[in-house]
Nanobody, 125 residues
Framework: QAQLVQFGGGLVQPGGSLRLSCRAS????????IGWFRQAPGKEREGVSC????????HYSDSVKGRFTISRDNANNTVYLQMNSLNPDDTAVYYC??????????????????WGQGTQVAVSS
C-alpha cells in the first residue's frame, strides 16, 4: 500500500530553521512528483514547493522562494523540505503529496493522488 509518512516540524523562533521529511513506502519516490502544501487556521491550503518526478525540476511559491529548498533522497525514498529564515506567516500544518504526473505543480493540490498525515510548524517568539 502506497503511503507517505511525515517527520519533522515543531516550534521555532523567527529566523530559525526546520527540516520536514516525507518518506514514501509502497512506491518509489524517484518516479513521482512530490509537492509540499500548507494550511494555516482559517485559510485555504497553499502550495509551497514541488519536485517533478520526470525531470527533477523544482518549483517554489513566491512566499518561500529563496528561503525553502526541496530535495529528494532516492536512497532513503524520502523528500525533504528545508525551511530557513522562518517567520510567523509560515505557521501552518504542512502536507506532502504524491502525484504520478511527470511534471509537478506547486499550486494545484488536486493534482496529487495521496497525502502524508500532516505536521505542524509553528513560528513564534
Amino acid at each position: 500500500q502506497a503511503q507517505l509518512v511525515q517527520f519533522g516540524g515543531g516550534l521555532v523562533q523567527p529566523g530559525g530553521s526546520l527540516r520536514l521529511s516525507c518518506r514514501a513506502s509502497g512506491f518509489t519516490v524517484h518516479y513521482y512528483s512530490i509537492g509540499w502544501f500548507r494550511q494555516a487556521p482559517g485559510k485555504e491550503r497553499e502550495g509551497v514547493s514541488c519536485i517533478g518526478g520526470g525531470d527533477d525540476s523544482t518549483h517554489y511559491s513566491d512566499s518561500v522562494k529563496g528561503r525553502f529548498t526541496i530535495s529528494r533522497d532516492n536512497a532513503n525514498n524520502t523528500v525533504y523540505l528545508q525551511m530557513n529564515s522562518l517567520n510567523p506567516d509560515d505557521t501552518a500544518v504542512y502536507y506532502c503529496g504524491a502525484s504520478a504526473n511527470y511534471y509537478c505543480s506547486a499550486y494545484n493540490s488536486n493534482e496529487y493522488d495521496f497525502w502524508g498525515q500532516g505536521t505542524q510548524v509553528a513560528v513564534s517568539s
